[in-house]
């Protein structure tokens, strides 16, 4: 019988990490948006911007390592720790025999409160299972994160087009206007001019030089 994790403190567990790699992948969906450039919806930006964005998720698959924390403590290191110090790895149970023979030896008898064998409990690894695991985790974060990132960027060009026509209104000779665009993506710019239009250059686009 080994020991499971109480439900409450997995999902807890897997919710905080959903919750983490939402945030991850916002940023990284943002940050990808200033690389790219653009302004207004693309089709090409977006997908762009989207593969960008999963392919940086593949930075948090240590995650996977972690899906399954609470199985292993609950699984393996409480057991064992129980185990070393004689007690049932299952219930904690202080062994009464007189002579209780060798940790894990075939003549231990079964635990008289769980009827668990007091056997060394086996080796955790995190194997596919795990992995499997932290999918359900990153892959839905990974396209919520894309698809709030797009968003945030989205309402962040319409504030600058409201700023920019509210600055036409006030100087009608006005010819350009810039800003950065939102944090964490705000090394690229925000451009209007006034024969161009809206955009948003790569930051690594080369400036034009007039012939």
Request: proline share 10%; glycine share 8%.
């Amino acid at each position: 019988m080994t020991p499971e994790a109480p439900a409450a403190v997995l999902w807890g567990w897997r919710a905080s990490l959903f919750v983490a790699a939402l945030a991850y992948g916002t940023l990284a969906a943002m940050v990808v948006r200033g690389l790219v450039g653009g302004f207004g919806v693309r089709t090409a930006d977006m997908v762009l911007v989207t593969v960008g964005t999963m392919a940086g998720m593949l930075a948090v698959l240590p995650m996977a390592a972690l899906a399954d924390l609470p199985e292993a403590l609950w699984g393996h290191w409480i057991p064992e720790r129980r185990w070393r110090r004689g007690r049932c790895p299952a219930c904690a149970q202080v062994r009464s025999d007189p002579a209780p023979p060798t940790p894990g030896t075939a003549t231990n008898p079964p635990c008289p409160e769980c009827g668990a064998p007091f056997e060394r409990p086996a080796a955790w690894a995190a194997d596919w299972r795990a992995l499997r695991h932290a999918a359900w985790v990153l892959v839905p974060a990974g396209v919520l994160g894309t698809a709030a990132g797009l968003t945030i960027c989205a309402r962040d060009e319409a504030a600058f087009r409201r700023f920019v026509e509210a600055a036409r209104v006030q100087d009608d000779s006005l010819l350009e206007r810039s800003r950065p665009r939102a944090w964490p993506a705000s090394f690229a710019q925000l451009n209007w001019t006034a024969g161009r239009g809206f955009s948003g250059p790569p930051p690594f686009e080369s400036p034009k030089v007039a012939d």
